[in-house]
Nanobody
């Protein structure tokens, strides 16, 4: 199983980035897909989660209204559109996969099955 995240980089405050995560080795449309981040000295944080069919999404309060998760099951890829970036968004961003079609009322409780390598996002003035 491989989850390859890319699209990170350096951007100015208020800018935008689009992260992509290509999956292989799994039946993509049987997995919920999520994006997480970890800043230095901080715990890893779930940012967004999307159901297998894209009919359900979850966003952390810290990114709600600025970040948007989508997926393309034909391309086995999940995306994270990040708008109006702030310095506090600086972190290593990870994608992850959770098997199953069910949806928990508290998605932050999910223990993800597979993780990708991170991609660095740096927001500065």
């Amino acid at each position: 199983v491989q989850l390859q995240a890319y699209g990170g980089g350096s951007v100015q405050i208020g800018g935008f980035l689009r992260l992509s995560c290509a999956a292989s080795g799994i039946k993509f449309d049987t997995y919920k897909m999520g994006w997480f981040r970890q800043a230095p000295g901080k715990a890893r944080e779930m940012l967004a989660l999307i159901s297998w069919s894209s009919d359900r999404t979850y966003y952390a309060d810290s990114v709600k209204g600025r970040f948007f998760i989508t997926r393309d099951n034909d391309k086995d890829t999940v995306y994270l559109q990040m708008d109006n970036l702030k310095p506090e968004d600086t972190a290593v961003y990870y994608c992850a996969a959770k098997f199953g079609w069910s949806w928990d009322d508290q998605p932050v409780n999910y223990v993800m099955d597979y993780w990708g390598e991170g991609t660095q996002v740096t927001v500065s003035s």
